[in-house]
């Protein structure tokens, strides 16, 4: 099942971390696809700021892994796999630590991990358009996508076919 979402500028992909934060608040394994500036870092830094997350985000380009612990939270991995160089590389910066139910893992260029990492709970490809930035989030889980469907109201377009 498929969401299509308008984003007009880096607030609307930020609240649509909010979002996501409010629905995968218990863990998963989110991957964030798209082309450099599309705003996967900018849709995490959302994310991990509605979990109460104060400090900087950045993207971790260079660490590849950067772990939050939250109060009260199930702990954020945010990965950014842009520089793996190996998919075993994860073995070596401890992801196999954390289970996925048991954190909420965010990925940013999934695609490099390919073999390493767990299947997601939630694909959310990001493009350019326009002006602004189109999101297409992506799952099998009927119930994520009526949840985010709810969440999202009348700005997001469903499609209720499987992709």
Request: hydrophobic share 50%; aromatic share 4%; charged share 15%.
């Given at each position: 099942m498929r969401i299509e979402q308008a984003l007009v500028d880096s607030a609307a992909t930020e609240a649509l971390g909010g979002?996501?934060?409010?629905?995968?608040?218990?863990?998963?394994?989110?991957?964030?696809?798209?082309?450099?500036?599309?705003?996967?870092?900018?849709?995490?830094?959302?994310?991990?700021?509605?979990?109460?997350?104060?400090?900087?985000?950045?993207?971790?380009?260079?660490?590849?892994l950067e772990i939050y612990e939250i109060s009260g939270r199930p702990p954020v991995l945010h990965m950014d796999l842009y520089r793996l160089q190996d998919p075993e590389e994860l073995v070596a910066i401890g992801v196999r630590d954390f289970s996925p139910e048991r954190s909420l893992w965010l990925v940013e260029w999934p695609e490099r991990g390919e073999g390493f990492l767990p299947a997601p709970s939630l694909c959310i490809d990001l493009s350019t358009a326009g002006h602004g930035r189109r999101a297409c989030l992506q799952s099998d889980d009927a119930g994520l996508m009526a949840e985010l469907r709810e969440q999202l109201g009348a700005s997001a377009s469903a499609d209720s076919h499987p992709s």
């Open positions: 979002v996501l934060a409010r629905v995968l608040a218990g863990g998963g394994v989110l991957y964030l696809r798209g082309d450099l500036g599309a705003g996967k870092t900018t849709l995490a830094r959302g994310l991990l700021r509605a979990l109460g997350v104060a400090g900087a985000v950045r993207s971790p380009t260079y660490t590849l």
